[in-house]
């Protein structure tokens, strides 16, 4: 079983690394990689595609590396691998993001990534610290996780849902923020899970073990 993070060279993956590595021995789940090859994500058995930083930057970074996106695309569209996408990476899954200019996403989720504007001054952006999980709808990878568990969150843009029967949580920030999104074998997390204490660590455990 190998597992694949994909780095593109949009943020640093350390703590991410760190937390799949643990989980994936405390599960059985084989082997964490982090990488940059596009036939190594292509062999992988489960991807995630973790992005730090402004959409259209994420969006071209992981475009232009060699193979690495088609590879990705391939892998989950058509060979059905379990993929999670983090921040960022949850975000590129949306149709399109508007940070700086419309840039198009993967299209898998069908949302649009839009600044978060609350209409009340005390909420500021980003939106960055813990929050609670509001559960829209269950999943595999919530297993153990209910209402009221905490996510850590460090965002400026948020998902604006077009299929609610894609928003699996949201939390509450001045408005429904969207915080996780998925169908088939996509799951997206807008928080950090690696830094989500133990509940994160469940919600990395129970991908490495999902089978869709």
């Known amino acids: ?9 949009s943020g640093n993956l350390h703590s991410a690394d760190k937390a799949f590595r643990k989980m994936a021995r405390e599960v059985g789940a084989g082997t964490v990689i982090v990488t940059s090859d596009a036939d190594s994500v292509a062999r992988a058995d489960r991807i995630v595609l973790p992005g730090d930083g ?5 969006a071209a970074a992981l475009r232009t590396k060699s193979g690495l996106y088609e590879a990705m695309v391939e892998a989950v569209e058509k060979r059905g691998r379990p993929f999670l996408g983090i921040c960022v990476g949850m975000q590129l899954m949306a149709r399109k993001g508007h940070e700086y200019e419309e840039t198009d996403g993967l299209g898998w989720i069908d949302g649009e990534v839009m600044h978060i504007a609350p209409k009340d001054p005390a909420y500021k952006v980003p939106h960055m610290g813990w929050n609670d999980l509001i559960l829209d709808m269950p999943h595999p990878v919530l297993e153990g ?4 568990d905490h996510a850590y969150f460090v965002h400026s843009y948020q998902m604006r849902m077009a299929d609610l029967t894609q928003r699996i949580a949201h939390v509450d920030y001045d408005e429904e923020t969207t915080a996780i999104v998925g169908r088939d074998n996509m799951l997206g997390l807008q ?3 690696e830094k989500s204490a133990d509940i994160g660590l469940r919600m990395i455990a129970n991908f490495l073990k999902w089978t869709p």
């Open 54 to 58: 402004a959409y259209p930057a994420c």
């Open 145 to 148: 996780v209910t209402t009221g």
């Open 1 to 9: 079983m190998l597992t694949a993070i994909i780095d593109y060279e």
């Open 191 to 193: 928080f950090h899970p």
